[in-house]
């Protein structure tokens, strides 16, 4: 890992097009402002953990269990412009 | 093409059906390739006009991975989310569809269904390409309940 120190309003460029700005020092906390593009998505990391968590459990062989909750049973596969519109 | 599966057997997938993931989901990086097949309905879905709520999106690459997803119409009335469809690449609006990841809990002789609707699965129609998003909105549940089932032991 990279550690750098950084004073109030200083940045760090990650690659050609992500900045990150140190704005405000606290005591026990920093504020900090991300210019990147809007194809990059930026998440807190706990957050991002709270999902990937989330979806291990959707995945899990608790699903293979699933025979005697939800029938297995499934129609062919299909295209995706099958899907429920939003009413 | 065929895919063998852990679930569903060796099933027959056309390329046309094929949704492209082009970033994976967080904690599957590697998930590129996912077909839909319809697995009936939830309960409580009676308003959604379709012959299939609950999906089941089975990985193309690697067969023993599949998920169960939702629509969230009818189950969650008051689901508003907010999509940026600019940062995801899509079109128009009227291509996209919403699904929710569903995650079984099992307790003694039930188990409940709950669903993301933290961080949804964003259909492109017309791309054939799914993402899913983590939305901002923290009030959003990342496990909202929508069925108790009672289980069958089966001897």
């Known amino acids: 890992m990279l550690v750098l120190s950084r004073r109030k309003g200083e940045s760090i460029r990650v690659g050609d097009d992500i900045v990150i700005t140190v704005f405000e020092l606290g005591r026990d906390q920093v504020r900090i402002g991300i210019r990147a593009p809007r194809t990059t998505t930026v998440h807190r990391e706990e957050v991002y953990e709270e999902i990937l968590i989330a979806n291990v459990a959707a995945s899990s062989d608790m699903l293979a269990d699933l025979g005697v909750v939800i029938s297995t049973a499934h129609d062919l596969p299909q295209a995706a412009d099958q899907l429920p519109v939003r009413p | 093409m065929q895919i063998d599966t852990k679930r569903f057997g060796t099933i027959e997938v056309s390329e046309e059906n094929a949704l492209a ?3 994976g989901i967080p904690g599957f990086p590697k998930m590129r390739r996912v077909v839909l097949m319809g697995a009936g309905t939830a309960p409580g879905q009676d308003s959604v006009d379709s012959d299939h709520t609950l999906f ?33 690449e899509i079109g128009e609006e009227g291509d996209v569809r919403i699904l929710n990841l569903v995650t079984v809990r099992r307790g003694e002789g039930k188990a409940e269904l709950s669903a993301n609707l933290r961080a949804p699965i964003v259909v492109d129609i017309r791309k054939q390409r799914m993402h899913q998003v983590i939305l901002r909105d923290m009030q959003l549940p990342v496990s ?12």
Do not use: R
């Open chain 2, 21 to 23: 993931v082009p970033h």
């Open chain 2, 56 to 88: 089941w999106l089975q990985d193309l690459d690697d067969g023993d991975l599949a998920f169960m997803a939702v629509v969230p119409w009818g189950l969650f009335p008051d689901y508003d989310l907010e999509i940026d469809e600019t940062a995801l």
């Open chain 2, 144 to 155: 909202a309940p929508f069925a108790i089932k009672s289980t069958v032991t089966v001897s």
